[in-house]
């Protein structure tokens, strides 16, 4: 979602702020801008403009923006449309300049009562409340306690970065819901939306937990808590290259993540397992004594994740023979949950800081779990830091809004839990180690099918003129159907669907013509003369379809369809082998396209707000 960041220095913190909001144009944006504090008359210079961080850093060659204090923001638009107006940061009186990420709830009614106290609006967003709020408070308080007493105000998650010619040697930090980080420097420093948009000023860091308020000046940090008592948190240091954010040969973050899974998925199996069995120690100490009394799955994820969940629905299901029910986040948070005892509450997230992952992780809190277990990327993430147990992805950095390596190695994740509870209920030392053992060679099958991606991108040219493909998929290829539809969709912007191969007779079957692409995964498993049979049905109704599959399957290209062979592979791996060709096809057709591939319209790397 928004990014933002601020800096406290004595030095000119323009160029630091330009720079770390560079840093944050993978989370998605549409547009841009800086407040500064002039270091000699004190007022605050303020540059905003629509799109590209690109176009604010030349917006600054002709407008002075330099000094000591300053914010700066990359806008994610949820209330108003995308406009010079409504980019941040916001003003009140002059005395005030304001950046936010999340959304307030009740900004409305705040609203009202400001336009009745005689404050005037200059944009449709939510944010500017905050600022005006804010502002009502500054004359009979000093600058941390107004920020407090307005977040009494203020209903919803955000964060605020906050500064006032008023208080010209302050920055103020929020946290309320979204995630904020202080990057500790010598007498200089920073908040930011996360670390990476700090990688070159600072390699300490503190993260702000709920309801923290943090003053900033060049003498320290100060934090309180939500009712404003003075409290510690710690420091950590974190040791980010510089060369992980790089594209190196790649044309794009998402084809050099594509790219990178193999090792990805290696990093995440390290220290895992040993002799070919899983080490159940890797979920958390305590991790064996609960998975003792485990009877029933409960998943919980967006987006991606939330099909990486219905992966991990089979897997615990078919090894463990236990239920798993598998739930969007958005969804689930308003339901009114029937929990069974003995259940484990697993949430997937790349970020961990996920605004629907989250409320529904803190619902289940509240309700009869006997466990929760947050399966993330982020070690220092708000999920992270309230779940039980964890596993670490161990992805890396993803810069691409369209998820590739996060999404392989939270199915990763969920292979191994499922060895872990299959377990207590009947699987065997030796199907054990054959699954381990398949998995210790996946990354290298995974780096085979990556030798398909120039024929893969011979075939994406077909895709230049359409509008609309189908995906099929059967079983436990299903939900690697709808991720591959996803992708495609995503990034190319072609209306893609998924659905089980057979319930084409029921209602796709009367979309499929000449025009409407059809992409079936067929890996050699038990449903695969089913799916052939599906696969007849369009090559009857002159579909042109494109397959993925095994050499052994006997299938072959024909007048109707193309086949592109992959490595064989242990079946229970197929959804990750599977996965890869699926990605590229989205990347190329993207390509062709001409799209933003990293950064596609209307979407952001991490959703933080619901």
Same mark, same amino acid.
């Given at each position: ?415 191994? #839990? *499922?060895?872990?509870? !299959? /377990?207590?209920?009947? %699987?065997?030392?030796?199907? &054990?180690?054959?699954?381990?053992? @398949? ?95 599906? #696969? *007849?049905?369009?090559? !009857? /109704?002159?579909?042109? %379809?494109?397959?993925?599959? &095994?050499?052994?399957?006997?299938? @072959? ?54």
């Amino acid at each position: 979602m928004c990014g933002i960041v601020g800096a406290i220095a004595q030095r000119d913190v323009a160029p630091i702020l330009l720079d770390s909001l560079k840093r944050l144009e993978y989370r998605g944006y549409d547009s841009a801008g800086m407040a500064v504090l002039h270091p000699e008359n004190l007022t605050i210079q303020r540059i905003r403009t629509l799109g590209k961080v690109s176009q604010l850093a030349q917006a600054m060659t002709t407008q002075s923006s330099s000094g000591y204090v300053g914010i700066a923001h990359t806008r994610w638009a949820t209330h108003g449309k995308p406009s010079e107006a409504n980019a941040h940061p916001h003003l009140s009186s002059d005395d005030i300049a304001l950046v936010h990420n999340g959304i307030i709830e009740n900004y409305a009614n705040i609203r009202d009562q400001l336009i009745s106290l005689g404050y005037g609006f200059a944009s449709e967003t939510d944010t500017e409340v905050a600022a005006h709020t804010i502002h009502k408070y500054l004359d009979k308080n000093d600058l941390l306690h107004a920020v407090y007493h307005a977040t009494k105000e203020l209903q919803g998650a955000y964060a605020l970065g906050i500064l006032s010619r008023k208080f010209p040697n302050q920055l103020i930090a929020v946290r309320r819901g979204s995630p904020l980080v202080i990057g500790l420097g010598t007498n200089e420093f920073f908040i930011a939306s996360d670390t990476m948009a700090l990688l070159p000023v600072a390699q300490k860091f503190i993260f702000l937990e709920e309801g923290d308020i943090a003053s900033v000046s060049r003498n320290g940090v100060e934090i309180y808590d939500k009712e404003l008592q003075l409290v510690e948190r710690p420091i950590h240091t974190i040791d980010l290259k510089q060369d992980i954010i790089d594209r190196g040969e790649y044309r794009h973050y998402m084809e050099k993540e594509i790219f990178e899974q193999p090792q990805a998925i290696s990093d995440t199996l390290e220290g895992r397992i040993a002799n070919e069995k899983l080490l159940e120690q890797s979920f958390g100490v305590n991790a064996s004594e609960l998975f003792d009394k485990i009877k029933r799955v409960h998943i919980v994820a967006c987006g991606t994740s939330y099909h990486a969940g219905l992966v991990g629905q089979y897997w615990i299901e078919s090894l463990a023979k236990i239920p798993c029910t598998v739930n969007v986040a958005s969804e689930y948070r308003y339901r009114n949950t029937v929990v069974e005892s003995d259940t484990l509450f697993v949430t997937l997230s790349q970020s961990g800081e996920t605004a629907d992952t989250l409320a529904a992780l803190r619902k289940a809190k509240t309700l009869n779990y006997l466990a929760t277990l947050g399966i993330c990327n982020v070690a220092e993430s708000s999920l992270v830091r309230e779940s039980e147990l964890v596993f670490m992805t161990r992805a890396g950095i993803e810069i691409g809004v369209a998820s590739t390596k996060a999404f392989t190695t939270q199915l990763i994740s969920l292979i191994l #839990l *499922s060895i872990a509870l !299959a /377990r207590r209920h009947g %699987l065997t030392t030796t199907e &054990e180690n054959q699954i381990v053992h @398949a998995l210790q060679h996946l990354p290298k099958t995974l780096e085979q099918a990556l030798t398909s991606a120039e024929a893969i991108k011979q075939l994406a040219c077909r895709f230049a003129d359409k509008e609309h493909a189908l995906f099929l998929g059967r079983g436990i290829e299903y939900p690697i159907a709808m991720e591959g539809a996803l992708k495609l969709k995503e990034i190319s912007y072609i209306h893609a669907e998924a659905y089980p191969a057979g319930e084409l007779k029921h209602g796709p079957l009367a979309l499929v013509d000449k025009n409407m692409p059809v992409v079936a995964v067929a890996p050699k498993d038990e449903l695969l003369e089913k799916l052939q049979s599906n #696969l *007849s049905e369009v090559q !009857a /109704r002159g579909g042109e %379809l494109i397959i993925f599959a &095994e050499k052994n399957t006997h299938l @072959a290209d024909t007048k109707e369809s193309t086949v592109i062979y992959l490595p064989e592979i242990h079946t229970l791996l197929a959804p990750i082998l599977y996965t890869i060709p699926l990605q590229l096809l989205a990347y190329h057709v993207a390509v062709i396209k001409g799209t933003d591939v990293d950064q596609p319209r209307n979407l952001a790397k991490s959703v933080t707000v619901e």
